[in-house]
C-alpha cells in the first residue's frame, strides 16, 4: 500500500526549541535541524522580517529589467525568492536562488514547487562567493552579507555592482551595529526584548548570542554604505529599520541619468 503523504509535499516545520535546553557552546550553523525550524526561528528572531519579505516584492517589481537575471543570494528556504518570483513582471527574467545549506536548499525546492506562480527558478547549492553573476536587474541579501567572512565583503559585493544593469539595484538587509556605545546598548536591549516578548527565555537569547558571535558580524551602517559605493553602485538608502536590523536600496543609475 503506498505511504500517506502529508498533503502537497508540505516540508514539515517545528518551532524553534534549539537553544532552550543548555548546550555545549558550538558556533551556528545552517544544517538540518535549523532548517526545520527556520521559518519559526527567522520570524521570532529578527525584527521586521515579515514586513521585510513582502516589501521585497514592491520594490521588485519596481526595478526588474525584462531579459536580466533576478538573484536571491542565501536564499535559505526561498522566502525572499517567492517574493521575488511574485513581484517580476516579465515572462522573460531568470530568478536565481544560491544558498550553500543543502538542507536549506532541498526544502527550498519544496516551497519553490508549493508556489501558485510558474516562473521558473533555478535553485544553485552553491557558495554566493563563487556563484556566476551576470545581467542582473535586482540582487538580493536578505540577511546573508552578516554571515560572510568580512574580508570578502568588498569583492562580493564589487561583483554584484560589476553585474548589475544601469538601473538595477541590491537590496541588502543586515543587522548592523552602532558606533555609539549607548546607542549599541540600547538597540540590543530591545532586540532582547522583541525576543523576549515572541517567547524566548533568557537562556534561548544567551546561548544563541553566544552561538552566533564569531559567525553572525554585524557592521555600521556608515561602513555599509561606503562600502556599497566603492563597490560600483550610485545611491545607497534606508527604506527599513525596526531597532538593530536595516534594509537598504543600493542603485545603480541610469546610464542616462549620469551623462
Ligand atoms: N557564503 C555563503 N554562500 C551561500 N549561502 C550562504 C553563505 N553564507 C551564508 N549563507 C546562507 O545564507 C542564509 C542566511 S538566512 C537568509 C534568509 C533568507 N534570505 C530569507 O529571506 O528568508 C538569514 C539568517 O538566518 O539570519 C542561510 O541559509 C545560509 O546557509
Ligand atoms: O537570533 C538572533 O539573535 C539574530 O540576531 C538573528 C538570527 C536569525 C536567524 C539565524 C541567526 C541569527
Redesign the pocket.
Known amino acids: 500500500m503506498s505511504k500517506a503523504r502529508r498533503p502537497s509535499e508540505m516540508p514539515e516545520q517545528l518551532p524553534d526549541r534549539l537553544f532552550a535546553t543548555e548546550r555545549r557552546p558550538e558556533d ?1 550553523r ?1 544544517d538540518a535541524s ?1 532548517a526545520r525550524v ?1 521559518p519559526d ?2 520570524r521570532r ?2 525584527p521586521g522580517y515579515t514586513t521585510i519579505i513582502p516589501m521585497i516584492e514592491v520594490i521588485t517589481e519596481q526595478y526588474a529589467q525584462p531579459g536580466s537575471y533576478c538573484y536571491d543570494l542565501g536564499c535559505s528556504l526561498g522566502a525572499s525568492t517567492l517574493a521575488m518570483r511574485h513581484g517580476i513582471p516579465y515572462e522573460d527574467c531568470t530568478l536565481v536562488g544560491v544558498d550553500n545549506s543543502e538542507a536549506m536548499i532541498e526544502r527550498c525546492e519544496h516551497y519553490i514547487a508549493l508556489d501558485d506562480n510558474h516562473l521558473p527558478v533555478t535553485l544553485r547549492c552553491e557558495d554566493i562567493l563563487a556563484t556566476e553573476l551576470s545581467n542582473a536587474s535586482v540582487t538580493t541579501l536578505n ?1 546573508t552579507l552578516q ?1 560572510v567572512d568580512p574580508q570578502q565583503r568588498a569583492s562580493l559585493l564589487a561583483r554584484i555592482a560589476d553585474a548589475t544593469r544601469p538601473g538595477g539595484v541590491l537590496i541588502l538587509s543586515e ?1 548592523i551595529r552602532f558606533e555609539s556605545d549607548s546607542e549599541q546598548a540600547i538597540q540590543t536591549r530591545l ?2 526584548e522583541f ?1 523576549r516578548a515572541n517567547g524566548y527565555s533568557d537562556l534561548e ?1 544567551s546561548q ?2 553566544t552561538a ?1 558571535e564569531q559567525v ?1 558580524i554585524p557592521e555600521t551602517l556608515a561602513a555599509h554604505r561606503a562600502r556599497l559605493l566603492a563597490a560600483g553602485f550610485d545611491e545607497v538608502l534606508v527604506w527599513y529599520q525596526c531597532f538593530n ?1 536595516v534594509s537598504m536600496l543600493a542603485i545603480k543609475a541610469n546610464t542616462s541619468d549620469t551623462d
Open positions: 551556528f545552517f535549523v527556520f526561528m527567522i528572531s529578527v540577511f554571515f543587522k532586540h532582547h525576543k537569547i544563541k548570542r552566533i553572525l536590523f
